[in-house]
Nanobody, 118 residues
């Protein structure tokens, strides 16, 4: 059964940091590149960052240098360290396995809300 559970969101001020976590079922985690996505109300969901099983990473241009994605294969958990947060980072953040062209592979979890005030 596919299971993706995001946590760690919250309300912070601009310039502050948050660390998001994604717990994934082992059947997903061990076989896939993993990634973070986000959706602001009224906008389409967008890919933010991804990490391969070999720990190669890619980032959306607007978060490069501020966000760091990582994974703990022993714990089937992925993280997103977000530093120097900006109001435009406000969104619901989701994790998923990443397929071709950064498209998600499975159904979404509940996500975790990140709100950055100016």
């Amino acid at each position: 059964q596919v299971q993706l559970v995001e946590s760690g969101g919250g309300l912070v001020q601009a310039g502050e940091s948050l660390r998001l976590s994604c717990a994934a079922s082992g059947s997903i985690f061990s076989k896939n590149a993993m990634g973070w996505y986000r959706r602001d109300p009224g906008k389409q969901r967008e890919w933010v960052a991804s990490i391969t099983r070999g720990n190669s990473t890619n980032y959306l241009d607007s978060v490069k240098g501020r966000f760091t994605i990582s994974r703990d294969n022993a714990r089937n958990t992925m993280y997103l360290q977000m530093n120097n947060l900006k109001p435009e980072d406000t969104a619901v953040y989701y994790c998923n396995a990443v397929g071709l062209d950064t498209l998600p592979k499975y159904s979404w979890g509940q996500g975790t809300q990140v709100t950055v005030s100016s």
